[in-house]
């Protein structure tokens, strides 16, 4: 059982009880916790029984009173209590696979694991569920879950997925709507493949579930230089892109008008690429979609307008912000912005073409150190250096090649401020890092 005790959450229900750090969770109300979900849910009373087994082996029971959504207050060494569910697919657009050799494990696992999904916002495809996983879904009312649909077209579906049993989405979206469990959707877009007609017969079919579909991110394939022996990919240009954004608006406005959402958005990199204006705030609603980088360009300057105001108009200093190619547009206008409000604050930035995976991966998130280190000077580094954290591996300053921030800064002896990706904290740190 991976269940052992990591974390007491300080003046938690678990730190009254003197439930400790190497304790493990047996059960709640006699059931026997076999993951995250099974806590989550049999937690969710006003009156449980613990059983915990302490460390000496012993076992302590608890009758515990409390709120009824209220946590124990304890995190575990394996978040979600099992092992991670991996996919079975071999889908055509999967970027794992155009992976070179070398990097860490982690990066090679390819998870499509409903606990996840609802736990971290992981997208997963729902082939590798029996209807016995489904049924619990719904009775642990597992949601809002993300999931990855690609296209409602049963064989082309299969095709891309070059999975047989992949077909049936649309009748377990179907099940899972009908229960009332709230789902996400995603759509990569692969010219030739699922664009075009077949976005358009895949949206009207998931339209039909809201609002259990509550909203559908399309984005575009990647291709690193590291496809090898894969199925050929035609990438979006220009004018692909601006026919793609033709294609779905005038779905976009129906939807607008009956439902006030345009229901399906275009990852912002169509806009880029087309050169087509960014919509407006009210378009992207609550931003519900920003980490697949639908809305990211228009939250990033709602938020550099906001809080321009707060810069200090007296301090001086000096940064380095470093980019992809994607962003680099958006974060000179950051940068001028800044820089128009005081005078004394200079900013230089630094656009990073990525080598290592090729340079049709523009995204900033995924640069690695190496390629920053190659083409930045040292003597053009100014006084701190911004990245945005989603360079970094989640709650860790290391890049993707296992380059850390330590050693960036060691490299280039400049301090390495990391800033939230959608800019929010931008002039807070700048403000922090300025002299009076």
């Known amino acids: 059982m991976n269940n052992k005790i990591s974390k007491i959450i300080s003046e938690s229900i678990a730190e009254e009880l003197e439930i400790e750090a190497g304790d493990k969770l047996i059960s709640i109300n006699g059931t026997e916790i076999k993951d995250i979900i099974d806590y989550k849910f049999l937690m969710a009373d006003d009156y449980v029984e613990v059983e915990i087994e302490k460390q000496d082996g012993e076992i302590w029971t608890f009758e515990v009173e409390k709120d009824y959504q209220e946590d124990l207050g304890i995190e575990f060494e394996n978040g979600i209590m099992d092992d991670a569910r991996s996919c079975h697919n071999n889908c055509l657009f999967c970027f794992i696979d155009q992976l070179p050799e070398g990097m860490r494990n982690t990066l090679y696992f390819k998870d499509d694991d409903s606990r996840l999904s609802f736990l971290q916002g992981n997208f997963v495809t729902l082939t590798n569920m029996t209807d016995a996983d489904l049924d619990r879904i719904i009775r642990y009312r597992i949601s809002p879950i993300n999931v990855s649909v690609h296209t409602t077209n049963a064989e082309l579906r299969k095709k891309m997925l070059n999975n047989r049993f992949a077909g049936n989405i649309y009748e377990r979206l179907e099940k899972l709507a009908d229960a009332g469990i709230t789902m996400n959707c995603q759509i990569v877009l692969c010219p030739g493949y699922n664009n075009g007609e077949e976005l358009i017969k895949t949206v009207n079919d998931l ?23 894969l199925k050929e990919v035609t990438l979006y240009d220009a004018d692909s892109a601006k026919a793609e954004l033709d294609n779905i608006s005038r779905f976009q406005q129906k939807a607008l008008q009956k439902i006030g959402t345009p229901f399906v958005r275009l990852s912002d990199e169509f806009y880029v690429l087309s050169g087509n204006e960014i919509p407006a705030t009210e378009f992207y609603g609550d931003f519900e979609q920003i980490e697949d980088g639908v809305g990211m360009i228009r939250f990033f300057r709602n938020c550099i307008t906001k809080n321009l105001k707060k810069l200090n108009k007296k301090g001086k200093g000096s940064f380095t912000l470093i980019t992809g190619v994607s962003a680099y547009s958006e974060i000179v206008w950051a940068a001028r912005e800044i820089e128009g409000k005081n005078n004394k604050i200079k900013i230089n930035v630094h656009q990073i073409v990525n080598d290592f995976f090729g340079p049709t991966i523009t995204a900033g998130g995924l640069l690695t150190g190496q390629d920053i280190m190659k083409q930045i000077q040292v003597d053009s580094v100014f006084d701190y250096i911004i990245m945005p954290k989603n360079m970094f591996k989640s709650g860790e300053d290391i890049l993707l090649d296992d380059v850390t921030a330590v050693e960036l800064k060691e490299y280039f002896n400049k301090e390495v401020l990391i800033c939230d990706f959608t800019g929010e904290d931008l002039i807070q740190l700048i403000n922090e890092h300025i002299a009076p």
Request: charged share 20%.
């Open 207 to 229: 339209y039909k579930l809201y609002p259990s579909v509550e909203n559908v991110a399309a984005v575009p394939v990647g291709v690193t230089k590291f496809r090898k022996n």
